[in-house]
Each structure stands twice: as C-alpha cells, then as structure tokens.
C-alpha cells in the first residue's frame, strides 16, 4: 500500500500568516491527491484535487502543487474559518490512503 | 443536488454485526463508484473499503477485509456496508463518499461496538 506521511501533525498560526502543509507519498502516484479540511464534528470538505485544482467555491487563497512525491497546500493568508484539520489523500492505487492530518490552531 | 445519507449505525456489542445505507440522490448513481471511510474518536480519517460503480470491482482495508462486505443497490441509489464481528476499534463514525476524487460526502453515522 502506498504510505502518505503528512507534516507537521499541529501547526500553530495567526491570522494572515502564510501557512505550508506537505504529504510524502512513499511511491510515485502522479497527481492522484486531493486536500481536505475538516471542522468538529462536520465532514471532510474537499479543497483541492488532482494536486493542484482548487475546488469550485473553495478562496483562492488555498493553493496546491506537487514536486515528485511530494504534495503540498499552501493557505496565502490565514482567516479565522481556516482554523482546522486538513488531511491530503491519494487515490493512485486501488486502496486509498489518508496522511495522519494537521491540525491548524490559533497562536 | 448532490446528496449521500448515512444510517444504520448505533451500538453494538462486540462479536455482533450491523449494516449501514448510504442514499444517494442528485446524480446518476449507477455511473459512480463509491466509498466507506471512518473515523475513530479523536483519530484521523481511515479509508474503509470502495465499489465500482457497476459492483464488480471491490477493494478493503487491511483492518476490516473478511469482517466487512460493501455493496450496492442501483436500483435503489444505494450504498451499503455489511460489518460482522464487531470489534471495539471499529467504534467510528462512518462516511460515504462519491468516487472520483471525494468531492461529495454524507453527513456520517456513528458506529459504537461495546459492551
């Protein structure tokens, strides 16, 4: 199974920082990843797939890109609603894997 | 639009089994594969197990392969996961999700094995 090891696992930031969290795939997957943010007891809300194609009505202050197999989001400048839990996912292969998740707190 | 309903969850005692729906509605069912993921408490998400769209392809988790079944209806725009010999790490709550690329998920139900 391909291994995704997201960092770091807790992030402290303020609002209007910029703000970097990075998956590793353990085996290329081409641009077989998506982003997710999720809040307390709410879904997973996809804001990035295909590495880097930010989902319809998703701020474009949140961005993607990948280098190999290394992926990363990028928030430009934090907002107070982007305090979360953001996780990043391949579906390269036929089972799917999560990265462990980031958890972006308030400094 | 697009919407996927979970039910079915509650608790359960270990060793038990139970079977969750997820209704879909919005979209043409059939065209889609489907996905279970689920989350412990406190814990990261856990990718569970996927159909094709037509039911013929079907791929599980390590943790849950021989204990759990995925399936579907398409007639009825429904997604279904048989889970057998509970086991207390399989207390989650668990989520449908649209294949490709997750963009849509259910609301969740939460699973709880104990005794």
């Known amino acids: 199974d391909v291994q995704m090891t997201q960092s770091p696992s807790s992030l402290s930031a303020s609002v209007g920082d910029r703000v970097t969290i990075t998956c590793r795939a353990s085996?290329?997957?081409?641009?077989?990843l998506g982003w997710f943010q999720q809040k307390p007891g709410k879904a997973p809300k996809r804001l990035i797939y295909a590495a880097s194609s930010l989902q319809s009505g998703v701020p474009s202050r949140f961005s993607g890109s990948r280098s190999g197999t290394e992926f990363t989001l990028t928030i430009s400048s934090l907002q107070p609603e982007d305090f979360a839990t953001y996780y990043c996912?391949?579906?390269?292969?036929?089972?799917?894997?999560f990265g462990q998740g980031t958890k972006l707190e308030i400094k | 639009q697009v919407q996927l309903v979970e039910s079915g969850g509650g608790v359960v005692q270990p060793g038990r089994s139970l079977r969750l729906s997820c209704a879909a509605s919005?979209?043409?069912?059939?065209?889609?594969?489907m996905h279970w993921v689920r989350q412990a408490p406190g814990k990261g998400l856990e990718w569970v197990a996927v159909i094709w769209y037509d039911g013929f392809f079907k791929h599980y988790a390590d943790s849950v392969k021989g204990r759990f079944t995925i399936s579907r209806d398409n007639t009825k725009n429904t997604l279904y996961l048989q889970m057998n010999s509970l086991r207390p790490e399989d207390t989650a709550v668990y989520y449908c999700?649209?294949?490709?690329?997750?963009?849509?998920w259910g609301q969740g139900t939460l699973v709880t094995v104990s005794s």
């Open positions: 999700a649209r294949d490709p690329d997750y963009e849509y």
């Open positions: 919005g979209f043409t069912f059939s065209s889609y594969g």
């Open positions: 085996q290329d997957i081409r641009n077989d």
């Open positions: 996912l391949q579906h390269n292969t036929y089972r799917h894997t």
